[in-house]
Each structure stands twice: as structure tokens, then as C-alpha cells.
């Protein structure tokens, strides 16, 4: 092992110097370290320890080198759900795991594994119970059976007589159980784990079955979760195409065994009857009809191939490259209307005819689906690494030149980008313990799927379809082998600048899996196309072979739908259960006397007066108000009225609507009685004594109000709620927010905010919550109602109009977007992928209606969702896989819509191949929502070492099978260099942080954030950005609209990238920091800041003055850059070493070591100790 410190760059000290990157060598911050993390009373931040050399340990802290981990809880489930049967193995003469990390003295626990398996279960459950103990020296884990009732838990006492619970597992897409249903939830869900005996998952004993000797071989079929058997040591792999025994557990060795046989030919047919990745079954073989002037006869087509052993891979096929990037065309725009087809002329449709000869294929093969065009390219050879993608969504109609090669030439045009011909870029090997510059200097770019660049061209933007993984494993014990999650991240919604739309009275749809049609779909000839996700061939209807953006007849590969990856539609009547809906808005407002105190009212109020005109919208739309104190205030706004009339509910107990015809009014007709009823508000309750909080009837009669329609209600509340059903009790005791035990009170308090939530849903009622308090509101219960209805949560704690300016400003902001955003009404999305991969987990706000079916009342460009993916199938056949997402919608016009995504990815059956294709921000932002629900339903210890345990597992995996030369040191591919850093920052985010005083509220919101944010603002919010901004040049710059933008590179988040004469810019997604150094130049001081001095820098500037400068110039560019690249609208607070804020910005610096968290060179030596166990 080399030597931890050696190696790095001379500000982290020379050679084998002990040294650090915290406030002891930064003159920023040399004043003595204090006791303690209290933000309020310490301004300096003692908490940034020296980074590099070993400490030694302070009086009352822990020792570091050993870490401790909380009692786990082996089943991981979302609130509310049952928990599926975990029973304890325990090998003979097994003793206590040592203590494990994060965690204060006293507590030991086996460590927690980000794997398990994707058995979903129900919405509902009852309370948890203790497992029952087993026998000690109990040789087997017993096998789960299905129960509706989860067994007892055994106790976590290492007292005699009680036994050790076993730890929680993530398996990334291990299929569930043949006897039992997938359920899909927005939780993730547990497998039956082994227990270990060592940190992270080391085992020392035997596994499934009687005890084994030392020397014995690993038997087929024993797990591969993150125990590793005691057997002689296995030798790294001669070479990346080395293959595994069928059978071979996928544990971190990976045998020398001989090379299999031949692949499966590319064109080996489905079995007649095999299912599809949907249950439907596949029509047996046919031949399609050879036209005249076919140019390649097809021969017989080959035997059908059996499918191999879940635990073995092929390694003769080839994998593939990234291409070269591709410039496409703008799509086109508008509405496409092909409502009047004409007819085709004879001549024409006999020269088309000759114009397109049919593919020389047999019909049926299970050959992936790709456009007939795409059959005779010349395929480039692939570029290195992670390239950006040059094209965001691809053009509207392409040539599309028919060809007569069959799938046999593309398969080998295909086969020859092989990863391993050419290690790409992505696949270099880095040393994390001696290369300590790995940021790059802009944003960090996805990786490009190693697709032909044609096909590549018609690939989804990785903005809205992104997946975990750019190249798919053929097995899902090769998919284990790697320890790297499988899932998509989408972004559905999306505001988009060209988007094509298309009127049709047909929509294309495969009759078997419902497939929309797409670019990757074959076209066998004119008149026939077979789907990408089935592979059932379907008849083109007569309507589709027009095409409306060329005006010709007969080229049905040329329309729209098959050359936009993202496309809408404009819906039949067919997809309508109810005539379309109307835009529906219902605000209810906190009326209390601490609701007016903070001054929220007035603020929300003439934000909405001067947003009526821009709320989404026809001439049906319609709006209301409610207020609430102790009692339920309704306004009638009914027409014809001199002034609005306030109507008071006070039995809160059994809550009606008084007049239901007149509270709901066409805004359009009223707008009047609207604006004075938004003038008169706020003065209307000024001398309120009432502090009773009734927000439980408020909701419920908001339900009864909207139900006949559906529509958004938007609720602002400022304290707990106190009175009537829903009433909560402050369960947070500030003396523990820094303690290092588990954190308590995560999940609700009450199941009433969940069930009346689902009810919403099933009305198409969504409840978006703005909370503004500086006190604790229980938002772990408050925000179900958001949760489960497809809402949003938004917190500004501390919020007053009078001591906290920023926050008033940045309602403002907020309130201006989500008024006049896009919106969509009573909608539904489907995800769908190819057979022999399944669905089996979701992440995000919605209530799903079936194991495939998320409903969603409103969907919003603001919500993002994750989805977890496994192999049910091997996909040793496949050259290519698909994935669809299906967005149902009504628009705020009254049209219903159809936002149709799809994203295509190649199949690959090394592990080289499949690290060369991780998406490191994927990865992140999946692990992120799955640490979320562990934090929910296990314990937020458990989270953090799963997250931890994430890292060794993928950097162990690559080092016994995706490493050709083994080296010393922390060594990862160069497209996973950032996980470890990445996976340091969220254990110091505020959903997971421990040892630093946080908020319940902060904490959950936080939680709430990782979970429905898209990934673009997500990974910021996990790692922010930081750049040096007293010295902007134009060099590097971009220009954009007639505007110079410079481009300043991207520093690491540690206190020594820091000086005291400089200016530093932090876009940590919401807010933007910036930091100015006591010694800054004047220069910047005066011609940007527009201040003379230093000194004369105000406390609360929140906005940079606009200056005839050129340094003013380029950084308000810069900052107004960051500012267009999200919807919501960032905060800028400029802060001088002695600001109050300071205490926020350097908490974003995850690089440093805090009293309770490592530094990021002190993760990594952790990470090494467990790598090369």
C-alpha cells in the first residue's frame, strides 16, 4: 500500500509531511478550534479540523480510525408498507462485528449494504414488529416466504442471550420471487441479507448451506451480496473478456475459467411464446413476403437459442464504443396536422415501391429493432470517454435511406466498436490517493451511449431520459458483479424550446405491449413495422403513410414519430375518461396571529394579484380562497357582488362547504371581485388574537370543494397545526440536533395527512405546501399531503418580512415561477423497456395505481422521478435495449396530450464495458433517493453506511473484474473518479449529516429535496460549484445573445482553495454565496460591489449594483448565466468573513474534516482499508 499522503500537488504538503487542508494552514481561518458546533454562537467555524494527517483524540469525541454504525434495520420499506419476512443467520462460533462508522461510542452494529432486491410491497402496513431470534449457530437463512405479517424483530442488544440482528442490503435489480407479485411503490424494498462479521461486509464464515472447508470452491447459486468467502485467493483475470462459469456466484473474484463457447447468433429467434418484458406473448416466427426487387435474399433463419443460467455471460460477442458527437438539425416545431390525408397517385406509389426494397429477414427474430436506414452505415470509431453531447434533441425529419443489408452486416458493424480495442478514456485507470485535482473545469458532462452515430442522433437528451448505466449487462449476475445501481432518472416534463407536436386522428401503437412508435422500431417494409420492446410486428395504418412535414405519400419511416426520440401529441377522444378539465386554482392561507406576524400574507398576495394574468389557463378557469385560523373562512366571489363575502365554518369537527356553486369561480368573470378580495386580505386579520391552527379541516374541506373537478391547491402554513383532525405535538428536542445517536421522528406522526392525500389523488387533486416558520412544524407529516397527491414542498424557515429580507425576496421569486409555469391536470406516466428487463422500484411525488402506473393529478417542469431497473431476463440476444416513458396529460387549455420519451442503450457482456459506461451524477442522484427511503424506514445510520458501503463495493468490483493490472492505491476507472467525493458530500448534506446542529424540519426538507428534484439541480445541491471571481477574464469565454460570459474554472470545495485576497462564487443550486476576502483587491471592491471599501460592505446585500465596468460587467454575466440555466431563481448573498452567513457557505466545503465528518482524503484512506481486504 503506497503511502496515503505521497503524491500530492504541494498544497496539500510535500511527500510524506503530514498535512491539511483545514483552518490550521489557512490563514482564513486561524483562530483556536472550539468546543462544539453551534452556528449561532460561533462565527469563525472551529469545526474545519486539519484534513490530511491523523489527529489525535480530543477529550470527549471518538476515535476515527474506528467506526461505529447504529443498530440496523434489515427491512427497508416506504411508510406505510409491510414488511416482507428477514430471518437471522448466524454461523457457528460467529462473534460481534466490531464497531462500525459514524456513530458515537456505545452502539455496534453489523454494517448496511446499499443492495437488496426489488420485491415491492404494499402502500399500507401495519406496525412493525420484532423479528424473532433464531437459535445460535443457525447454519441457514431461511427462505422468505410472502406474508402479510412481518415477523418479529430481534433485539440489538449484544447482551447474553440476545442475537445479532442481520444487516440490510441493496441488491441493484435482483428479481423478485416467481411466487410472488411485483408490486411497484415509491419505496424501495429489502432482501434477506447475510450477517458479517467484519466491517463492510467481510465474511468470515460459511454461507447458505452447511459449513464449507477453507479450500472448497463456491457452489452454483450461493448469494452474491457483499459477503466474501474465506477461499484461497483468486487471481485477477487474464484479460477483460475472461468469462464466468455458468452458475459462478457474482461475488468480487472473478475464476480464470475457460472461455465459453460462441455468443448466440445476433439473429437467434424468440421462442414461440416466450413472454415479453410486459406478459404478452410473442407470435411465433413468421417470414414476410420477398418483394421483386429485394437485392439480399434471407436464408433459414438460425434455431432458437436457449436462454443461459442467470449466472453466466457470454464473452464472444463484441461490446461497443462511444461515437464521435453529431450536430444534428433543429426539429420542427408546432403543430403538425396530417387530419386530411391525400390520396396516393399510382405512379408515385409504384416508384416508392421500387424506392424501398424490403430488409432480407425473417420476421420474429429477437434481434433488437432498429430502422431499416440505420442497416447499411459506416459506423466511426469511437471516440474516448466521457464526450458532451453535442445535440440536446435531435432533428426533425432526416433522410432516411432505405437499405438492403439485413441485421447480420449491422451486427458486425456493430461488433467491431469494442471498448477493449482501444481503452477509451473512460476506463483509465486513477489513483484518487495521489490525483487530487479530478474536478473538471466546466460542468461535468454524461457519458454518450456507444451506439452508431446515427442512431445516436436520434437519442434522447440525457436532460430528460438518463440512465444509471450507458451500457446495459446481458445477465443480471453480471449486473451483480459490478455493484453498480441500474435505474433511469427522468425528467418528464421539461420546459422544452422545440418540441415537435403532432395532430393525428391515429396514434401508432404496438398491439401487444402499447408501445408508442419511436425512432428505434424496424420497418420491415411500407406497409409492417416491428416494435423495439416486443418485437411483435405491426401493420401500418393507411393515415401513417403520410407524411405531413415533406407532404409525400409512402414514407412512413420519414414522419415525425420516428425521428424525434421526444415528441407530443395532440390525444383522440379515446384517451379520455371525462371531458378534459379546467384549469382549477384553490389557495388556502394561514390566518393566525403568527401567520400575520411574519408578514407571509401581504407578500403572497400581491405576488398573485400580479400573477393572475399569467396562471396557466382558458376561458373555464377558475379559482378560490380559504383561510383558516381555529375556524374555516370560505369567500363567496360569485358574480354580482359589490364586494367579496367571508363565510365562517367554526364546527371544524364535521366541516362542510356552505355554498359550494359560489366559491369556485370563473376567473375570467370575476377577476374584479378576485383582485379586491387579494387587496383587502392581508389588512383583514392585522389585530387577530386567534393562535389556534385548524389546517387538518382546511384540507379537508379543500377536498370536498375541488373534488367534482380536480385541479391545485396551493396551502401556506406557518406553525404546527394545533386544532381539529391532523393536530400534531412538537416532537423535536433542540438539545439533540447535533447528537451522533439516530435521528429520530423521520417518518409521521399521523397517517391522516397520507390517507387524505390519496383521496386527493384519486379526485386528480394535487396539494403543494409552502411552509414558512422558524419554529418545528413536523414536516416529516405535513409533507405526505404533498407526497402522495404529485405536490411539491417548499420551506422557508425562519421566514419574516422584516428581519429576513432574502427569504421575503425569495418567495417573491419562487411565487413568480410557480404561478406562471407550465401545468398539467389529471394525468398518468408509464415507463416502459424492453423484455427481459423489469421495473420494479420508483422515486419521486406520486401514488402509483399499478405496478407500472404513476398517477400523477398535476405534473409540474419542475418535478423529476427515479426509477430502479433489474434483468429478469438475459439479454445475450440483444445488441440494443429501449426504454419509453408514456406522460398522459391535460394541458391548461383543455387538450389532452401525450409526451412520449425514448431512450435507446447497447447491450454489452464485460465488466470493463459496463464501468466504461456509468453515469457517475446518475449513480449519485439514485443513490441518494434510495438512502432517503433507508433513512425513513430504517435509520439514518443505516443510510450513511449504505452510501458508504456503495463505494467500496463498486471500486472492490472493479478491482477483481474490470481492472487488467492490478495496482496499488485507491484505483478507479477515470468515469467513477468522483463517486467517492460525491458519496462524502451527501454524508455531509443536510438529509445525512450527523454531529452538526440541524433542524428536524431542515432535515426532512432536505430529504424531501433529494427526492423529486430533477438531476440537474440535485447534484448541485449535493456538490456545489465554486469558482474565483475577482479575476474574470474573457478568455474561455462563450458568447450568448450579443453577451461575453466568461468561464471561470471549477475549484474543490476545501477552505485552502480560499484566500483572503479574493473573491469566490458558490452555486449551490438555491443560493449563491459570495464570499469576499478581508485582503480582496479595492479594484474589485469598487468597481463591482459599488462600495469603497472592505468595511463598507453591508451585512444583507443581496444584489450586485449595475456598474459601467468592465469588471461589473463580466460578473453579473456570469452570475445572470448560472441564474438562466434552472426555472427558480437563486438568491445571491454577498458575505464577508464576519457575516452570519458565513456559517452556511463553509458548510458547503465537503473536502474539509468537521468535528463529526471525515475529510475527503480521510474517506478515501477508509475506502482503501476496505478495498484491499
Not at 412512413?556 to 371531458?579: C, D, G, W
Amino acid at each position: 500500500m503506497s503511502s496515503p499522503a505521497a503524491g500530492l500537488s504541494s498544497q496539500n504538503g510535500a511527500g510524506r509531511q503530514a498535512c491539511s487542508n483545514g483552518p490550521i494552514q489557512n490563514l482564513i481561518m486561524m483562530q483556536a478550534p472550539g468546543r462544539g458546533y453551534n452556528t449561532a454562537a460561533q462565527t469563525m467555524h472551529p469545526q474545519h479540523m486539519p484534513a490530511k494527517a491523523p489527529l489525535e483524540q480530543p477529550a470527549g469525541q471518538y476515535h476515527y480510525g474506528c467506526y461505529q454504525s447504529s443498530p440496523p434495520v434489515s427491512v427497508y420499506q416506504g411508510p406505510g408498507q409491510s414488511a416482507p419476512p428477514v430471518s437471522v443467520y448466524q454461523g457457528p462460533g460467529q462473534s460481534a462485528p466490531p464497531v462500525s462508522m459514524y456513530q458515537g461510542p456505545g452502539h455496534s452494529a453489523p454494517p448496511v449494504s446499499m443492495y437488496q432486491g426489488p420485491r415491492q410491497t404494499n402502500m399500507t402496513r401495519p406496525p412493525m414488529r420484532p423479528l424473532q431470534p433464531h437459535q445460535a449457530g443457525s447454519a441457514r437463512i431461511a427462505a422468505p416466504a410472502p406474508s402479510s405479517t412481518p415477523p418479529p424483530v430481534c433485539s440489538n442488544s449484544f447482551y447474553p442471550g440476545s442475537q445479532i440482528p442481520p444487516h440490510s442490503q441493496w441488491a441493484y435489480g435482483t428479481p423478485p420471487p416467481m411466487s410472488q407479485p411485483s408490486v411497484a411503490t415509491n419505496h424501495v424494498t429489502s432482501a434477506p441479507s447475510q450477517l458479517s462479521a467484519a466491517r463492510y461486509g467481510i465474511q468470515n464464515s460459511p454461507p447458505q448451506g452447511p459449513p464449507a472447508p477453507l479450500n472448497t470452491s463456491v457452489q452454483p447459486g450461493q448469494p452474491s451480496g457483499y459477503g466474501m468467502q474465506n477461499s484461497p485467493p483468486q487471481r485477477p483475470p487474464a484479460s477483460l473478456n475472461s468469462s464466468v462459469q455458468p452458475g459462478q456466484p457474482s461475488g468480487y473474484g472473478i475464476q480464470n475459467s475457460p472461455l465459453q463457447g460462441p455468443s448466440a447468433p445476433l439473429n437467434s429467434s424468440v421462442q414461440p411464446g416466450q413472454p415479453s418484458g410486459y406478459g404478452i406473448q410473442n407470435s411465433p416466427p413468421q417470414r414476410p413476403p420477398a418483394p421483386l426487387n429485394i437485392s439480399v435474399q434471407p436464408g433459414p433463419a438460425p434455431p432458437p437459442v436457449s436462454p443461459l443460467s442467470s449466472q453466466s455471460y457470454q464473452s464472444g460477442r463484441q461490446p461497443f464504443g462511444p461515437p464521435p458527437p453529431v450536430r444534428p438539425e433543429a426539429p420542427p416545431t408546432g403543430q403538425l396536422n396530417n387530419a386530411a390525408t391525400p390520396p396516393p397517385p399510382a405512379a408515385a406509389a409504384k416508384q416508392e415501391a421500387q424506392h424501398h426494397p424490403q430488409m432480407g429477414r425473417a420476421v420474429g427474430l429477437s434481434y433488437p429493432s432498429l430502422p431499416l436506414g440505420y442497416q447499411n452505415m459506416a459506423v466511426s470509431p469511437c471516440a474516448p470517454g466521457m464526450q458532451p453531447l453535442s445535440q440536446r434533441y435531435p432533428a426533425g425529419a432526416q433522410s432516411f435511406q432505405q437499405a438492403a443489408l439485413g441485421p447480420a452486416q449491422l451486427g458486425s458493424a456493430l461488433g467491431g466498436m469494442n471498448l477493449q480495442q482501444s481503452q477509451p478514456e473512460a476506463l483509465r485507470a486513477i489513483n484518487l490517493l495521489q490525483e487530487r485535482n479530478l474536478l473538471p473545469r466546466g460542468p461535468v458532462t454524461p457519458p454518450v451511449p456507444c451506439l452508431p452515430q446515427d442512431l445516436q442522433r436520434l437519442n434522447c437528451s440525457p436532460e430528460v431520459f438518463r440512465c444509471t448505466l450507458t451500457n446495459i449487462p446481458q445477465t443480471q449476475s453480471l449486473l451483480n458483479k459490478a455493484k453498480l445501481p441500474l435505474g433511469l432518472l427522468l425528467h418528464p416534463f421539461k420546459d422544452m424550446s422545440q418540441l415537435p407536436v403532432v395532430t393525428s386522428s391515429t396514434i401508432v401503437r404496438c398491439r401487444s405491449c402499447r408501445t408508442y412508435i419511436n425512432p428505434f422500431v424496424t420497418f420491415l417494409d411500407q406497409r409492417r413495422w416491428k416494435c423495439n420492446l416486443c418485437y411483435r410486428v405491426n401493420e401500418v395504418p393507411e393515415e401513417f403513410m403520410y407524411n405531413p412535414v415533406s407532404r409525400s405519400y409512402g414514407e412512413p419511416h420519414k414522419r415525425p414519430e420516428v425521428q424525434n426520440p421526444t415528441i407530443e401529441f395532440i390525444a383522440p377522444s379515446e384517451y379520455m375518461l371525462r371531458p378534459p378539465q379546467p384549469a382549477v386554482y384553490l389557495f388556502v392561507l394561514d390566518v393566525s396571529h403568527n401567520a400575520v406576524e411574519t408578514g407571509y400574507l401581504d407578500t403572497v398576495c400581491r405576488s398573485l394579484l400580479d400573477s393572475l394574468s399569467l396562471l396557466p389557463g382558458d376561458t373555464r378557469t377558475k379559482i378560490g380562497f380559504i383561510t383558516f385560523d381555529s375556524t374555516v373562512h370560505f369567500y363567496n366571489l360569485q358574480e354580482g357582488l359589490s364586494q367579496p363575502q367571508m363565510l365562517v365554518v367554526s364546527d371544524i369537527e364535521d366541516i362542510f362547504i356552505p355554498t359550494p356553486d359560489s366559491l369556485l369561480v370563473n376567473l375570467n368573470e370575476c377577476k374584479e371581485l378576485v383582485q379586491d378580495l387579494l387587496k383587502g386580505l392581508p389588512q383583514m386579520f392585522t389585530r387577530t388574537l386567534e393562535t389556534q391552527c385548524a389546517l387538518g379541516p382546511a384540507l379537508q374541506a379543500a377536498f370536498r370543494l375541488l373534488s367534482p373537478t380536480g385541479g391545485r391547491v396551493s396551502v401556506f402554513q406557518t406553525q404546527l397545526p394545533s386544532v381539529g383532525v391532523g393536530a400534531l405535538k412538537s416532537r423535536e428536542d433542540p438539545n439533540q440536533r447535533a447528537s451522533a445517536k439516530d435521528i429520530p421522528h423521520l417518518t409521521p406522526a399521523t397517517d391522516f395527512y397520507k390517507k387524505l392525500a390519496l383521496d386527493c389523488s384519486g379526485q386528480q387533486i394535487a396539494v403543494d405546501l409552502f411552509l414558512l416558520s422558524g419554529q418545528y412544524c413536523d414536516l416529516a407529516s405535513l409533507a405526505c399531503i404533498s407526497k402522495y397527491s404529485a405536490g411539491g414542498v417548499h420551506y422557508y424557515p425562519s421566514y419574516h418580512h422584516l428581519h429576513n429580507p432574502a427569504q421575503v425576496e425569495q418567495l417573491q421569486r419562487d411565487l413568480k415561477r410557480y404561478f406562471s409555469r407550465k401545468i398539467g391536470f389529471e394525468s398518468v406516466m408509464r415507463v416502459r423497456c424492453t423484455k427481459g428487463l423489469s421495473i420494479h422500484t420508483f422515486h419521486g411525488n406520486f401514488f402509483v395505481r399499478s405496478t407500472d402506473l404513476l398517477s400523477l393529478p398535476n405534473i409540474n417542469p419542475d418535478s423529476g422521478f427515479a426509477v430502479q431497473m433489474s434483468i429478469e431476463e438475459n439479454l445475450v440476444d440483444m445488441q440494443v435495449v429501449s426504454f419509453q416513458a408514456a406522460l398522459l396529460y391535460t394541458s391548461s387549455k383543455g387538450e389532452r396530450r401525450i409526451r412520449v420519451h425514448t431512450l435507446c442503450l447497447p447491450v454489452v457482456n464485460s465488466m470493463a464495458d459496463i464501468f466504461a459506461g456509468a453515469d457517475v451524477q446518475a449513480i449519485t442522484g439514485l443513490l441518494a433517493s434510495m438512502a432517503v427511503d433507508r433513512s425513513v424506514t430504517a435509520s439514518l445510520s443505516d443510510a450513511r453506511d449504505a452510501l458508504v458501503n456503495a463505494a467500496i463495493d463498486s471500486l472492490r468490483a472493479y478491482r477483481s473484474g474490470g481492472l487488467s493490472v492490478q495496482q496499488p492505491g485507491l484505483v478507479t476507472p477515470a468515469c467513477l473518479r468522483l463517486l467517492p467525493l460525491y458519496v462524502v458530500a451527501l454524508l455531509k448534506q443536510k438529509a445525512f449529516r450527523t454531529g452538526t446542529s440541524t433542524r428536524l424540519d431542515e432535515r426532512v426538507f432536505a430529504m424531501c429535496q433529494l427526492k423529486y428534484q430533477p438531476l440537474a439541480y440535485l447534484m448541485l445541491m449535493i456538490h456545489p460549484a465554486l469558482y474565483r471571481v475577482d479575476n474574470l477574464t474573457d478568455e474561455g469565454a462563450i458568447s450568448i445573445a450579443d453577451r461575453t460570459v466568461p468561464q471561470p474554472a471549477t475549484l474543490q470545495l476545501s477552505v485552502e482553495k480560499l484566500s483572503r485576497d479574493g473573491s469566490f462564487l458558490m452555486d449551490s443550486g438555491s443560493v449563491l454565496y459570495l464570499w469576499v476576502g478581508r485582503n480582496c483587491a479595492p479594484n474589485f471592491i469598487t468597481q463591482v460591489l459599488g462600495v469603497p471599501s472592505y468595511t463598507a460592505i453591508p451585512q444583507t446585500m443581496t444584489q450586485l449594483p449595475e456598474l459601467d465596468t468592465a469588471e461589473s460587467t463580466r460578473t453579473r454575466a456570469f452570475i445572470s448565466w448560472l441564474r438562466e440555466q434552472r426555472p427558480f431563481y437563486p438568491i445571491l448573498h454577498v458575505i464577508r468573513e464576519e457575516s452570519p452567513l458565513k456559517a452556511s457557505f463553509m458548510q458547503h466545503m465537503v473536502e474539509d474534516r468537521t468535528e463529526s465528518a471525515l475529510s475527503y482524503y480521510e474517506f478515501l484512506l477508509h475506502l482503501q482499508q476496505q478495498v484491499n481486504k
